[in-house]
């Protein structure tokens, strides 16, 4: 292909929200997934285009191989992550009108709530990209062996791993945006009032708290477990900031409801908090997790909303 080939460029264009929606999946960050798409491109740039039957399964099998060697590298840099890692978020403003972003396009899929995608992060790269190209995309095993670099059997049996692990962690399936927003409501005016047994009542009782500062902003460093302990925590930060510890602007992170809070500076008495973006996930009617992302890397993307 030429770079006058416009027509294959156009081609390439109408399959960039699939791809985008594969590699986000697959990888959990904006710019990996944005650089596979390109490498994908580039890729195609230097193949005839005879070579192709299919041109959405050939991108979708080499944006997947792409990702699969970003997914082996991430394992040895997460290994010097600083506390606990959380994908990158997808904010979009809460009623805005429909996005064609392609990264916000893939994000209203249900798959790719921070819940279920923190649940394909436990999974080996191998086994991600299997499960994610079959059952998500609909690719053949034939054409993820390829990807993989094994026999068409060997991707069934990482695809069956996958699927077993993912149903034994049972992540929350996702819930109404009028329910989540009347459990938050509660859960903000139960912290207001530093009603603790009221603020525990709203936690699902293996509720989890997960920060992700990266080393680079202030958050929880290591996981916080139970209702209680949660409870406390966030009526500890309301001790410290006032107020402004809950102002923030509702937003949809991934699809959920999330908080977007802007940076408390630093007073006589008080250690600054961090920009941050808060959400949540939904069990049983109670709040079953809380994820709260500063790492800066992960909010370059996120803007500042009024």
């Known amino acids: 292909m030429t770079v006058s080939d416009d027509a294959l460029a156009q081609r390439f264009s109408a399959h960039r929200d699939h791809l985008m929606g594969v590699a986000y999946r697959l990888t959990g960050t904006r710019a990996d997934a944005e650089d596979a798409i390109q490498d994908a491109w580039l890729r195609l740039s230097t193949v005839e285009e005879s070579e192709i039957r299919d041109l959405r399964a050939w991108l979708t099998t080499v944006v997947g191989r792409l990702c699969l060697d970003r997914l082996r590298s991430a394992t040895a840099r997460r290994e010097r992550y600083v506390g606990p890692w959380l994908p990158e978020p997808v904010v979009t403003p809460l009623g805005a009108p429909t996005s064609e972003d392609p990264l916000e396009v893939a994000v209203r899929d249900d798959g790719v709530r921070l819940a279920a995608l923190l649940v394909l992060d436990k999974l080996s790269p191998e086994q991600r990209v299997a499960l994610v190209l079959h059952d998500a995309f609909d690719l053949p095993f034939a054409d993820i062996a390829a990807t993989l670099g094994c026999t068409e059997a060997t991707a069934r049996q990482h695809a069956t791993r996958a699927r077993k692990a993912v149903a034994k962690a049972d ?51 290591q996981l916080i477990l139970g209702p209680d302990k949660i409870g406390r925590f966030f009526l500890g930060l309301l001790r410290q900031y006032g107020s ?31 920009r941050r973006v808060t959400t949540f996930a939904v069990r049983d009617g109670r709040i079953a997790a809380v994820y709260d992302i500063v790492n800066p890397e992960k909010l370059t993307a996120v803007r500042d909303l009024p």
């Open 171 to 221: 992540p929350p399936q996702r819930a109404t945006l009028d329910e989540q927003r009347s459990l938050i409501e509660r859960f903000i005016t139960a912290l207001s009032a530093g009603d603790l047994s009221q603020v525990v009542a709203l936690l699902h009782p293996t509720a989890v708290l997960v920060g992700d500062g990266g080393g680079k902003a202030r958050t929880a460093r």
């Open 244 to 274: 402004a510890a809950l102002s923030g602007t509702t937003v949809l992170v991934n699809g959920d409801l999330g908080v977007l809070l802007p940076p408390i500076p630093a007073g006589t008495a008080t250690r600054g908090r961090d």
